[in-house]
């Protein structure tokens, strides 16, 4: 029951929005995420730094910043699927 009312009042309606309003929200969710939760910030940080030894603690923060705007982005795009004409979801892939 609780998954068809998550269903039915959150992802149905912000699957509806238009992208840029979508975007919009996924900034928000950047803030809420990044900013606010701290979620597995030392985990990305720690992976960026092994993926790239050479890069310095500067350019190490800007690609974990890159990596949470997105992720953000890629949240909100598969909500986004759930109200996906098949004709708009091609026309999105090529």
């Known amino acids: 029951m609780g998954s068809k009312l998550a269903y039915y009042l ?3 309606p912000i699957s509806k929005l238009p ?3 979508l975007y919009l929200f996924s900034d928000f969710l950047f803030v809420l995420i990044y900013h606010l939760v701290g979620y597995r910030k030392k985990v ?4 960026i730094k092994k993926s790239f030894p050479e890069k310095t603690e500067k350019e190490h923060k800007a690609i974990q910043k890159g990596f949470y705007k ?3 982005d890629f949240i909100l795009e598969s909500i986004k699927c759930f109200s996906l004409s098949k004709e708009e979801g091609l026309k999105r892939l090529n």
């Open 19 to 21: 992208y840029p309003v």
């Open 70 to 72: 997105h992720f953000c």
């Open 44 to 47: 990305v940080l720690d992976n």
């Open 10 to 12: 959150i992802l149905l």
